[in-house]
């Protein structure tokens, strides 16, 4: 019973950190900020007693990144003469997140006296499936989403208005990016487990949270569909050394779990109309190509159209014109276009990080991804493959929306590597005795 309340405790505090909200009861502040303060707290005490932490040298490289990132914002802001301090304030924002996320491993140490990637992962998992079931709690049962709109504030009256799903913290782009990558590590640790001999039921049951979360997440935000694009490009990637056993357990399990599945979700379609529009919405574009349209939705015909907001200067290709947020909201010298929500009327990560600090400014934070990815692959050697799946996945949301998935490799740099995976197998001696 103890370990159940512990388990249950770190993965709470790791939906806090993941999703972070603020308490309609408190005065300031969110989750993540709390957590930040006493991770770094815990840092400067295991210090002081000498429990020096494994991850100094990597949270260097990065930090160090992550400077060279802030001063393309200082440099941007500086020569066109803006207020917009969004990401040249990148290097404190990093240090929030890494200090949120030593104290969340810090929690699952304690609570299991050892941190695996496995472990990590699967703590990602639960939480983005415990989003998913209450998200859809939020959206059938009013008594509590009106327990969670009274306690936390995750702007409710815009997603109201919108009419989209959200769980508690976990909404839009921020849930979409966390799913899509939930669904990555489900896919790695599902195929480890089945190439390790694994129990079949646990295969199945990680193929029915993959389903899940697929359709679910969806509902909730669709860039979901763009982390099971890449689970599923990993799983057949799986095969280029042929078809093996584990495989059969793989591909069977999904199999059974989908022949379950579907004719229950067809049966919701067809009996229920709220389920029949969720249905719609997450999956519009096979309901667009199966009614004779493209494959499309509306949201990405928003997106094309976006990607056509391009610089048309060479100083803002090179060092961007110093605007993030919307200027008009908050800088009464800005005589530019005026756009309804982003500056220069486009969402597009890749265009929002060039008009802010133009290619230097891209570069650079494209070097921060890269450096995370390799500290953890040199971190985690067993793998690396997990590292460069959510690497890919980094550069394929910056596609569609500017967020960075930081907070999901801060909880992998700031762990304690003490797996019993990580132990080194010593070799043979050879006996000399005569």
């Known amino acids: 019973m103890k370990q159940l309340l512990s388990v249950i405790l770190v993965g709470a505090l790791c939906s806090l950190y993941l999703f972070p ?14 957590m930040a303060v006493l991770g770094l707290l815990l840092f400067a005490l295991n210090r002081i007693t000498n429990r020096k932490p494994e991850t100094n040298r990597s949270m260097l490289y990065v930090s160090l990144a992550a400077l060279a990132v802030s001063l393309a914002g200082v440099f941007s802001v500086f020569l066109n003469e803006t207020y917009d301090y969004t990401y040249a304030q990148y290097l404190i924002l990093m240090w929030v997140w890494a200090g949120a996320a030593y104290f969340v491993m810090q929690c699952m140490k304690k609570a299991h006296g050892h941190i695996t ?6 703590y990602v998992i639960g939480v983005c499936v415990a989003q998913c079931g209450f998200a859809l709690l939020n959206e059938f049962v009013p008594a509590f989403k009106n327990v969670v709109d009274a306690l936390v504030e995750q702007q409710t ?29 489900l896919a790695y640790v599902m195929v480890r487990h089945a190439k390790n001999g694994g129990r079949v039921l646990v295969t199945l049951f990680y193929a029915l949270l993959f389903v899940f979360l697929v359709v679910v997440g969806n ?3 669709r860039t979901t569909s763009a982390g099971a694009v890449i689970a599923l490009a990993y799983l057949l990637f ?3 050394d042929g078809f093996q056993a584990y495989h059969r357990q793989v591909f069977l399990s999904f199999a059974g779990i989908l022949l379950l599945t579907v004719p229950f979700g067809m049966y919701l379609y067809a009996t229920s109309p709220e389920m ?26 928003e997106l094309l159209d976006m990607w056509t907001h391009i610089p048309e200067h060479l100083k803002t290709w090179i060092i961007g014109d110093g605007y993030f947020l919307r200027p008009q ?14 500056y220069m009327g486009t969402d597009v990560g890749y265009l929002r990080f060039i008009f802010y600090f133009g290619l230097v400014g891209l570069l650079a934070f494209i070097y921060f991804m890269v450096c995370c990815t390799r500290e953890c692959c ?30 999901i490799f801060a909880l992998f740099l700031l762990a304690d590597k003490t797996g019993a995976d990580d132990v080194p197998v010593a070799l043979p001696q050879k006996n000399t005795a005569r």
């Open 157 to 185: 009256d815009l997603l109201n208005d919108v009419d989209r799903m959200y769980g508690i913290g976990a909404s839009l782009d921020t849930a979409g990016s966390r799913f899509a990558c939930a669904l990555i590590m």
């Open 378 to 407: 040199r971190k985690y050697g067993r793998d690396k493959v997990l590292f460069v799946l959510l690497l890919m996945m980094n550069m394929v949301l910056w596609a569609k929306v500017s967020t960075d998935l930081f907070v």
């Open 21 to 34: 909200i603020t308490f309609t009861f408190l005065p300031v502040g969110n989750t993540k900020i709390y």
């Open 219 to 221: 509902m909730v935000a």
């Open 117 to 122: 990637v496995e472990l990590i992962a699967l």
């Open 276 to 301: 029949s529009e969720l249905f719609m919405f997450a999956f519009e574009a096979f309901f667009n190509a199966a009614e004779g349209g493209g494959f499309e939705t509306h949201s990405t015909t």
């Open 329 to 342: 909201s908050y800088d009464p010298y800005y005589v530019g276009e005026h756009h309804m929500y982003y």
């Open 238 to 240: 799986t095969l280029k």
